[in-house]
């Protein structure tokens, strides 16, 4: 079945350094893929999206391109800050899935930016 | 538009007893879904529900049900609560049909004893 592989964190990095979170997924066909962020306490927010290869998401210097050759839909951003500290979360669904389309999803990686 | 919103936010119950738990979704969203995040499982999909009927379901026992009201709002009851029905629960909404993103409420805190 259908699912998605996020890297392991927690990831810690200093202000204003690059992130990359990895993403790969496993799914038939050409599924939609999420960025959720979770702030502490708080629900999931969609954080950027792409529905189809080659497609790149961006929100909030946050962005990741749909790359259906290496099936990965990786998270990168250039100068990340204290406010970004977060839980992260990859997830696909599947548009041919008719009624039964729910998002499946990775388990998350932890960021803990340090001033 | 208000966002989704859940009630109760924190919840201590005991083994043994039900648990009842609600969603509002945006208004003019049709479908509601829930999940169960626990550190060690992750997001697992619970069910989704779509104009008050069920569609679509994940692999929970039937202690986990739910059900939706005319006006789009979701409860899902936990019956029989064991130790490891603890876990933030989610309600995410979305308008339906052919729309892929959901819109998550700030779960609620259950926490069994």
């Known amino acids: 079945g259908d699912s998605v592989t996020q890297m392991e964190g927690p990831v810690t990095l200093s202000e204003e350094a690059f992130l990359t979170i990895n993403c790969t997924y496993t799914?038939?066909?050409?599924?939609?893929l999420f960025w959720y962020v979770q702030y502490p306490g708080e629900g999931l927010q969609l954080l950027l999206k792409?529905?189809?290869a080659d497609d790149k998401g961006s929100n909030k210097g946050f962005e990741a391109t749909y790359r259906k050759e290496t099936t990965s839909f990786h998270l990168e951003k250039g100068s990340v800050q204290v406010s970004d500290s977060a839980v992260y979360f990859c997830?696909?669904?599947?548009?041919?899935?008719?009624?039964?389309?729910?998002?499946?999803w990775g388990l998350g990686t932890s960021l803990a930016v340090n001033p | 538009k208000a966002g989704v919103t859940q009630t109760p936010r924190y919840l201590i119950k005991t083994r043994g007893q039900q648990v009842t738990l609600s969603c509002s979704p945006i208004?003019?969203?049709?479908?509601v879904s829930w999940y169960q995040q626990t550190p060690g499982q992750g997001l697992q999909f619970l069910f989704e529900?779509?104009?008050?009927?069920?569609?679509n379901k994940g692999n929970f026992p039937g202690r986990f049900s739910g059900r939706q009201f005319s006006n789009s709002r979701s409860e899902m009851n936990v019956s029989t609560l064991e130790l490891g029905d603890s876990a933030l629960y989610l309600c995410?909404?979305?308008?339906?049909?052919?729309?892929?993103?959901?819109?998550f409420g700030p779960g609620t805190r259950l926490t069994v004893l």
């Open positions: 995410a909404t979305r308008e339906g049909g052919s729309t892929d993103t959901q819109y």
């Open positions: 208004s003019g969203h049709r479908s």
């Open positions: 529900y779509f104009s008050e009927t069920q569609r």
């Open positions: 799914a038939t066909g050409y599924p939609s």
């Open positions: 792409a529905t189809k």
């Open positions: 997830a696909l669904s599947d548009p041919n899935a008719g009624n039964n389309r729910k998002l499946i």
